[in-house]
């Protein structure tokens, strides 16, 4: 090597070097990045949202939002503006937009949730969605699930509208004393009425929460009181405790239908038919000295009954019961043969068991 000449390295092999401190992706830079924006050093963008107004560079905003870079990369007038005007995002958040797009945090609170899910929304911040999600899912209380839970299906926030939909399951008795739940639509109303997890003490609750939301806009919502009451549990309900309901109503429709649930539940409550008689069948086998048997007894849940034997004596038939007769096949017979036959006994009639040939033999 001479003075000024290149070093000669035999196998000429290039290796990639990373500086973190020089890296885009470096704390260092990023918070040169916030610095810069905060003095105003090299911004050539003023976003303006009321009289609020951030100032800011192009190629962060294009580089950290797909809306930004969108806008600067289309060729609109924004291209070459000075100022970009962003009325859909509240003054008091788009500061705190702004830092999330050169930082990647930003604070999160009761005042601000929601215009941050708007703005995340409008600007195709994903995460900062999930985020604001997260927030309000720890934040769930009985005077404000019902809210969130339809925040959350507006905006397609899947996670916290499960969340807030099982909170406001098991917060039942809560939340239908809340505010909240007067201004409940129909449709969530009814769906959780129809859930199997509504966390309640008596059924009576359910129907108090009913009358109270029906009451509330009388006029609009009485043509929705019979699909409501049908999601009612009939039996749940104790007779006196509806005919108090009819009396303190005075709406002269819904005491009609009320009226007409209560005829239901004095049918539901009549004497209930009798069960159709069971019985135990235990038929074949082998006593303790190992001899095949061809005897069939009956349980009817008090006492043992002989009945007819079958023909021949069976070990392991298959047995089955098929409208209203008993069937036994197969099995092995004294010699260990495997049977070819089986019989059918009819209990109806107490007759002697039928014999039956079959196409094959086998045992169970």
């Known amino acids: 090597m001479s003075n000024g000449s290149e070093i000669v390295i035999r196998a000429n092999e290039a290796c990639l070097f990373k500086s973190e401190k020089y890296s885009l992706s470096s704390e260092n830079v990023t918070n040169n990045f916030k610095i810069f924006r905060q003095d105003g050093t090299l911004c050539d963008v003023d976003l303006v ?102 925040f959350a299906e507006t905006y397609n926030l899947v996670k916290l509208a499960e969340e807030a939909f099982s909170y406001a399951e098991i917060q039942w008795c809560a939340v239908v004393n809340e505010e909240e739940f007067m201004d409940l639509s129909l449709t969530t109303l009814m769906k959780l009425l129809m859930s199997n997890k509504l966390v309640i003490e008596s059924e009576v609750q359910v129907l108090h929460a009913i009358l109270r939301w029906l009451h509330y806009k009388l006029q609009s919502r009485r ?25 303190s109503v005075q709406d002269p429709v819904i005491k009609q239908y009320l009226e007409g649930f209560k005829s239901a539940m004095s049918a539901v ?66 010699n260990f043969q495997v049977l070819a036959s089986g019989e059918v006994y009819d209990p109806r009639v107490s007759a002697r068991a039928r014999y039956l040939k079959i196409s094959s033999r086998f045992r169970m």
């Not at 409501?228 to 009819?246: C, F, T």
């Not at 002989?306 to 038939?317: T, Y």
């Open 269 to 334: 409550a009549r004497e209930p038919r009798r069960d159709a008689p069971n019985c135990l069948y235990v038929v074949g086998g082998n006593n303790r000295s190992t001899r095949r048997l061809r005897t069939a007894v009956m349980f009817n849940g008090k006492a043992w009954t002989q009945i007819s034997p079958m023909s021949a004596p069976r070990l392991g038939p298959g047995v089955a019961a098929l409208g209203g007769r008993m069937y036994a096949v197969g099995g092995q017979n004294y």
């Open 223 to 247: 043509e929705h009181c019979l699909k409501l009451l049908e999601l009612i549990r009939l039996r749940e309900v104790p007779i006196e405790k509806l005919e108090y309901a009819i009396t």
């Open 49 to 150: 949202s009321g009289d609020t107004v951030v100032k800011a560079h192009r190629v962060v905003l294009a580089a950290g939002c797909v809306y930004f870079e969108t806008m600067f990369k289309s060729g609109l007038e924004e291209c070459n503006k000075k100022s970009v005007s962003l009325p859909s995002i509240a003054p008091d958040v788009l500061p705190l937009m702004v830092e999330f797009i050169y930082t990647g945090q930003t604070v999160i609170n009761g005042s601000t949730v929601t215009h941050l899910v708007d703005a995340a929304n409008m600007l195709q911040l994903q995460e900062l969605s999930v985020g604001c999600a997260q927030y309000l899912g720890k934040h769930l209380h009985p005077s404000n699930v019902l809210g969130i839970l339809r």
